[in-house]
T-cell receptor, first 116, second 112 residues
Framework: GAVVSQHPSWVICKSGTSVKIECRSL??????MFWYRQFPKQSLMLMAT?????????EQGVEKDKFLINHASLTLSTLTVTSAHPEDSSFYIC????????????FGDGTRLSIL | SQQGEEDPQALSIQEGENATMNCSYK?????LQWYRQNSGRGLVHLIL?????REKHSGRLRVTLDTSKKSSSLLITASRAADTASYFC????????????FGGGTRVLVKP
């Protein structure tokens, strides 16, 4: 079945550094990928839609200069958390669709980000 | 896009029992999807049911959809400890493109 790989799975870094998270579709092409954020015991909050070859679409309240998204190819989207602070600590998850909108999304295994 | 609201928020059952959770949504949909999330992991797709379908099965899972009531249910039969997870529904409207949003989910604990 369709597989989405997310890397790294765990990051611990100092406040002020930037962190890049990669999301790859391994066996299909994804023109659209999605980035979510999840706090403990809460639901996934959609942050942005990553569009191949064009700018990402951010959800209301999400700072686009803080969370930089690049979708340079049909199999790779990256999320960069710039100048990370402790409040950015969270579980970040990406997903992708293979084709049409009536198909399920395939999720990566998430990245746990801890900012000290 | 719209999100579904799952009910109950949490469910605790003994192994072998059935688990039922419900999802309600507000507007017309193209399909409704159910996902499972194990602790600390990503979501895994379970079943997609289209708006013109009323019931769908996959192994020990049974999903129903009532578009007149804007609700869906997920039944897990003969539950196992490995079914312990959070379960989310995602109603999908055609106008939303591929975008899905999620409610709070149902946390299911299956005790051995």
């Amino acid at each position: 079945g369709a597989v989405v790989s997310q890397h790294p799975s765990w990051v611990i870094c100092k406040s002020g550094t930037s962190v890049k998270i990669e999301c790859r579709s391994l066996d299909f092409q994804a023109t659209t990928m999605f980035w979510y954020r999840q706090f403990p015991k809460q639901s996934l909050m959609l942050m942005a839609t990553s569009n191949e070859g064009s700018k990402a679409t951010y959800e209301q309240g999400v700072e686009k200069d803080k969370f930089l998204i690049n979708h340079a190819s049909l199999t790779l989207s990256t999320l960069t958390v710039t100048s990370a602070h402790p409040e950015d600590s969270s579980f970040y998850i990406c997903s992708a669709n293979a084709r049409a909108s009536n198909q399920p999304q395939h999720f990566g295994d998430g990245t746990r980000l801890s900012i000290l | 896009s719209q999100q579904g609201e799952e009910d109950p928020q949490a469910l605790s059952i003994q192994e072998g029992e059935n688990a039922t959770m419900n999802c309600s949504y507000k507007t017309s949909i193209n399909n409704l999807q159910w996902y499972r999330q194990n602790s600390g992991r990503g979501l895994v797709h379970l079943i997609l049911i289209r708006s013109n379908e009323r019931e769908k099965h996959s192994g020990r899972l049974r999903v129903t959809l009532d578009t007149s009531k804007k609700s869906s249910s997920l039944l897990i039969t003969a539950s196992r400890a490995a079914d312990t997870a959070s379960y989310f529904c995602a109603p999908h409207a055609r106008a939303a493109g591929n975008k899905l949003t999620f409610g709070g989910g149902t946390r299911v604990l299956v005790k051995p």
